[in-house]
């Protein structure tokens, strides 16, 4: 089992920066895809951005070029720099860590709250 502990949300105005964390305890795998996912209010849950255990990294288009997502393996955590911020961010942000065995297993945060006011 994996449990993950996010932390970095708050308020924001545009324009400005935040960055989350995300901090996996448990089990350790040695292929896995971190991410994370934001759901907005009446909106279903998107992709942000993830990163393989190689370092590949992939971005939502809404984000490209704003944000960095980033991982440290030693520490198990994973980390999503934001940069100028729209209020169309604004959203309940989750990590995610994806592991890819003979399934695949999911596991996610808590959610933490990212608004962004114009």
């Known amino acids: 089992q994996v449990q993950l502990v996010e932390s970095g949300g708050g308020l924001v105005q545009a324009g400005g920066s935040l960055r989350l964390s995300c901090a996996a305890s448990g089990s350790r795998f040695s292929i896995t895809t971190m991410g994370w996912y934001r759901r907005a209010p009446g909106k279903q849950r998107e992709l942000v951005a993830t990163?393989?255990?190689?370092?590949?990294?992939n971005y939502a288009d809404s984000v490209k070029g704003r944000f960095t997502i980033s991982r440290d393996n030693a520490k198990n955590m994973w980390f999503l720099q934001m940069n100028s911020l729209k209020p169309e961010d604004t959203a309940v942000y989750y990590c995610?860590?994806?592991?890819?065995?003979?399934?695949?297993?999911?596991?996610w945060g808590q959610g933490t709250q990212v608004t962004v006011s114009s």
């Open positions: 990163i393989t255990s190689g370092g590949s990294t």
């Open positions: 995610n860590y994806r592991v890819v065995l003979t399934s695949i297993y999911d596991y």
